[in-house]
């Protein structure tokens, strides 16, 4: 009875890892570093990381969802990545676009990362950060001006998480019953 027992709940396991989707997603994380170049933050440095799913990045690098964001700009405190100000976050082939667009009035409460979207005439910004008292618009167009400007900088991609692909766990749960079958055997007299 065990062993038909056994036999059974292996086969079983063995369906459902060829049917689950053999995919781990990966989550890496960048660090950054703004430096305030103009308004009346100018001399200011920021600090930050923000992490995302590579695997989903990977297949679509023009959108890269955000998973989560620090930043050490005091204009940040008390908000988080489904706060209503948060107008965009997303990686844009390797740089972060996002928003933080509270209501307007209090000095430098809005601040945007923004990168240059390509060879058209006005889309010349490169790792840049802006920050003002006038609320954005989404992405920079031509005519668009911030009270202050920075300089982002990135690091390269680290590994800070990796969650096992479906199939693998399911080929490890097998792997248990097959050593649970073999000490519960009964044996010969």
Do not use: H
């Amino acid at each position: 009875m065990f062993k038909r027992t056994f036999i059974a709940s292996v086969a079983l396991l063995a369906v459902v890892a060829c049917a689950m989707p053999a995919k781990a997603d990966t989550t890496d994380q960048i660090n950054f570093t703004v430096n305030i170049t103009s308004g009346s933050e100018m001399g200011d440095v920021f600090t930050g990381s923000f992490t995302y799913d590579a695997t989903a990045y990977s297949l679509n690098p023009a959108d890269g969802p955000v998973l989560s964001f620090t930043i050490t700009d005091p204009a940040w405190s008390g908000y988080t990545l489904s706060s209503p100000a948060v107008n965009f976050d997303f990686l844009y082939y390797g740089f972060l676009q996002f928003e933080l667009d509270p209501a307007a009035g209090t000095p430098d409460n809005f601040f945007l990362f923004y990168t240059g979207l390509g060879p058209a005439p006005g889309y010349s910004w490169y790792g840049a950060f802006a920050y003002g008292a006038t609320a954005g618009s989404g992405v920079p167009a031509p005519g668009w001006y911030p009270d202050g400007e920075g300089t982002v900088t990135y690091s390269a991609p680290t590994v800070v998480g990796t969650t096992p692909e479906p199939s693998s766990l399911a080929l490890l749960g097998m792997g248990l019953l097959g050593l649970m079958g073999i000490g519960c055997r009964p044996r010969l007299a």
